[in-house]
């Protein structure tokens, strides 16, 4: 198997289990380098690799700026140069110099919906329109099916039993990538537990104050900090003044798109301020 197929299996591997990753790849080499023009080698969270672009201090190098740009998701072009006469940043003694392309990879956002109810339908369509990765829970057969959700890669119906305090494990894979949104008939609270539990980027919980309250408070009971249940977004969504279930859904992906682009949900108008008012002030 050639190393070109090992680093993008690798990639695909990493995608899938949602780690965001980084490709670095030879764009450029001059004089004596290690590698030729399109290696590559993939950095992991944990500093683990896959391939080579030349080893030794270059390699260390290009791992320690890939850690550092996981964070921040976009790509960078990097200048290396092996300096025989030893320069502060030189990455070895050959006398040449690469250019590397470090580009983020990140796995595609996954919306898990825990409840198929009539909010859940709406929620699906326009996530899909998103290019999100859909997945339904429910344990209605009735509810949860190809039928009523026909953008959703995934959809689990799962054993529960009214007043159960413990819930069957959710089967989607929940990731930093995995926006969870609950919704459900009756089994918020063991939900809600498993959803904390793995730290996914969003959790939204569909409810009135008074319910959330009361599900907060069995939570606290349970030995749950108040700095974890903070992580909860509920009611879900933005203001908008929302009643129907597709106007429920629409404000939910809002504060969710919002949360994905650590913006502020604030009108545009405000934002960037008035534009007639300062166009007039000028005048």
Not at 62 to 79: M, T, Y
Not at 80 to 109: K, N, Q, T
Not at 139 to 152: L, S
Not at 209 to 232: C, D, H, W
Request: one cysteine or more; a negative charge.
């Amino acid at each position: 198997m050639s190393e070109f197929i090992r680093v993008n299996r690798a990639a695909t591997q990493a995608l899938t289990a949602g780690e965001t990753v980084c490709l670095a790849t030879v764009i450029r080499s001059k004089g004596s380098a290690p590698r030729h023009v399109g290696a590559r080698m993939l950095i992991l969270p944990s500093g683990d690799t896959h391939g080579t672009i030349g080893g030794g201090t270059l390699e260390h190098s290009v791992i320690k700026d890939a850690l550092r740009l996981l964070p921040k998701g976009h790509a960078e072009l990097k200048n290396y140069v092996f300096d025989p006469r030893g320069r502060p940043d030189s990455v070895g003694l050959c006398g040449g110099a690469v250019d590397i392309l470090m580009e983020i990879l990140r796995p595609d956002p996954t919306l898990l919906i825990v409840g198929a109810g009539h909010i859940a339908k709406p929620l699906a369509q326009m996530a899909a329109l998103l290019d999100m990765r859909v997945s339904v829970v429910d344990d209605r057969e009735d509810w949860a099916n190809p039928k009523r959700f026909p953008d959703a890669s995934e959809i689990h119906v799962i054993d529960y039993e009214p007043n159960m305090e413990i819930l069957a494990p959710i089967p989607t894979i929940i990731t930093s990538t995995t926006y969870v949104v609950i919704t459900t008939w009756g089994y918020d609270l063991p939900a809600l537990e498993q959803a904390l539990d793995a730290k996914p980027a969003f959790i939204g919980l569909v409810a009135s104050p008074v319910k959330a309250r009361e599900l907060f408070q069995r939570l606290l009971s349970k030995g749950i900090s108040a700095e974890t249940l903070r992580q909860v977004h509920t009611p879900a969504g933005l203001d908008i003044g929302a009643e129907s279930p597709a106007e429920v859904a629409l404000s939910v992906l809002a504060e969710i798109i919002s949360t994905q682009r650590d913006a502020s949900g604030t009108a545009l108008r405000v934002e960037r301020g008035q534009i007639l008012e300062k166009l007039l002030s000028k005048a």
